[in-house]
């Protein structure tokens, strides 16, 4: 599932507190 401009981790993650998959807008 890609729909955002961040460097996905190889892990699976869902945790809402993570800058790659939570709410967090993030500059790689």
């Known amino acids: 599932?890609?729909?955002i401009?961040?460097?996905q981790p190889e892990?699976?993650?869902h945790?809402?507190?993570c800058?790659?998959?939570g709410e967090l807008s993030?500059?790689?």
């Open 11 to 13: 892990n699976e993650c």
């Open 19 to 21: 800058p790659f998959h």
């Open 5 to 7: 401009n961040v460097k």
């Open 26 to 28: 993030v500059r790689g």
């Open 1 to 3: 599932m890609v729909g």
């Open 15 to 17: 945790d809402p507190n």
